[in-house]
């Protein structure tokens, strides 16, 4: 008689925790757009959220030590004329946020450090070529100032933001509204999910299906998918009898899924995140109170259930911060940014460990914020892997202040770099020099008249 013998996982005993009430971000009217997104964005820096407003669309930035009740007269983002669906912070500059709306077009605005003192109602530039409104936004990996969009019109756009132009639109690909797109870990892969209940691997420069998979899920309602490790496909949807269920794909044979669980009967479409530091995929069900987590591994049955956290109100949305954001020295492997009806919440998920020192096996080389190709580069077909950091030293986890600049309608982002600095230091120099001349020959004018006297 064999004896059963448990998985060994280190992050077995991964559990979540809500931060106390002065460390939550309270008093702020939350969206009530009934739209399948995250309606957060969180980087090292800031948390931005979709609020709720009259005669348009607006959204809140706050700097991330500004908790405890936000005024009601805190300025907002508040330059679109209908509802805000969607907002993504630049993983390449952290002062930089694109939002899509239902007013059809897509805005990016920069964000001063600090956080917003007035109203932002003019953004650094605006991208139109959406015939219905906009849902879904995703900024490219690896590769500087490359949008993607995706609208209520079917259609896919990869913007070259530096340019303000649409470089590649895929209109034929998609029968039927398009419920998610996201891209692989270097960006040379795109996934979306469709209503037509279809999962496609579309080649982002040619806009060509690569791999399909229909009736991935054979519920009617929203399917979310995303890449995880070894560029397999993890999709959340409903069965016929409106179970959620999570798959895991494998795109170069589509016939199966590598595994299917169905989960409960809740009505919520489940937001699914992935670390691929830890291979932990997070689920976070709309109108929860929980979130679920897994490990994706590579052996059967592949997904395997971790545990889940439960909080005391349902979720509205949900914002995920980098890794280079997270606290190292508590063993902190995830943080959320939980939105309930008036407030949002931090979450935290650590794995319990006694020691205070880096835990390395926690913390392999991550993503860090700069990218490794330019725009105009990857649309020709270069592409570029994800440039990683330590986060042992304890990595700047915020970007370089960086300007980014329309000039000639060309939006360019700068970095002072060790050129720039030795030529300032020279200047420095100079001026130095100049002075020092200048107060010798104010001693030589003043011995000159005590002299005379």
């Known amino acids: ?12 005993h991964v559990f979540g925790q809500g931060l106390k009430a002065d460390q939550c971000y309270d008093d702020i009217r939350i969206s009530q757009m009934t739209w399948d997104s995250n309606f957060c964005s969180v980087n090292p820096k800031f948390v931005a959220m979709i609020v709720d407003a009259s005669g348009g669309g607006s959204f809140i930035v706050l700097p991330l030590n500004k908790t405890g009740r936000i005024d009601m007269s805190y300025p907002t983002v508040c330059g679109h004329t209908g509802p ?20 059809c077009s897509v805005m990016i605005w920069e964000i001063p450090d600090g956080g917003l003192i007035s109203p932002l109602s003019d953004p650094v530039v605006k991208l139109e070529g959406h015939s219905k ?30 340019r303000g132009e649409a470089v590649v639109r895929m209109d034929t690909v998609h029968s039927d509204l398009i419920y998610s797109a996201c891209w692989n870990r270097d960006g040379s892969r795109i996934l979306t999910s469709c209503k037509d209940k279809t999962l496609r691997v579309l080649d982002p420069r040619k806009g060509t299906v690569i791999a399909e998979k229909e009736k991935c ?7 979310k998918a995303l890449f995880v490790s070894n560029n397999k496909i993890l999709s959340t ?4 009898m409106s179970e959620r269920q999570v798959a895991l794909w494998d795109p170069t044979n589509f016939e199966e899924p590598l595994t299917l669980q169905e989960l409960d009967t809740s009505s919520g479409v489940l937001l699914p995140f992935f670390d691929p530091d830890t291979g932990i995929v997070y689920l976070c069900g709309k109108g929860d109170t929980s979130i679920r987590y897994f490990e994706i591994t590579t052996e059967a049955p592949y997904v395997h ?10 979720q509205k949305g949900m914002g995920y911060m980098p890794k280079r954001g997270l606290e190292v020295n508590k063993c902190e492997i995830a943080r959320f940014y939980n939105l309930h009806e008036r407030k949002c919440e931090p979450v935290v998920m650590t ?12 913390y392999p080389n991550t993503i860090g914020p700069e990218p490794s190709v330019e725009a105009d580069d990857w649309f020709n077909g270069k592409d570029g892997q994800p440039i ?19 000039s000639k309608s060309l939006l360019k982002t700068t970095t002072s770099s060790t050129g720039d600095k030795s030529g300032e230091i020279e200047i420095l120099r100079k001026e130095v020099n100049q002075l020092k001349q200048g107060l010798e020959e104010l001693t030589k004018i003043v011995k000159e008249l005590q002299s005379k006297q």
Request: hydrophobic residues 35%; neutral net charge.
């Open 1 to 12: 008689m064999s004896r059963q013998v448990v998985r060994s996982s280190k992050f077995r």
């Open 84 to 103: 805000v669906l969607d907002i993504e912070f630049c993983p390449h500059n952290d002062n930089i946020i694109a939002s899509g709306s239902e007013d």
């Open 133 to 162: 409104r906009v849902g879904i936004l995703s900024w490219h990996p690896t590769a500087h100032n490359v949008l993607m969009t995706a609208g209520c019109d079917n259609v896919v756009i990869l913007w070259n933001v530096a």
């Open 217 to 223: 899920h054979d519920g009617s309602r929203p399917v």
């Open 237 to 240: 949807g409903f069965s016929r």
């Open 305 to 314: 259930y971790l545990s889940m956290y439960s909080g005391k109100d349902s």
């Open 351 to 362: 794995v319990p460990r006694k020691s205070d020192l880096f835990q390395e096996d926690l």
């Open 388 to 406: 990683l950091i330590s986060l042992k030293d304890g990595f700047a986890t915020t970007t370089k202040t960086k300007e980014f600049k329309v």
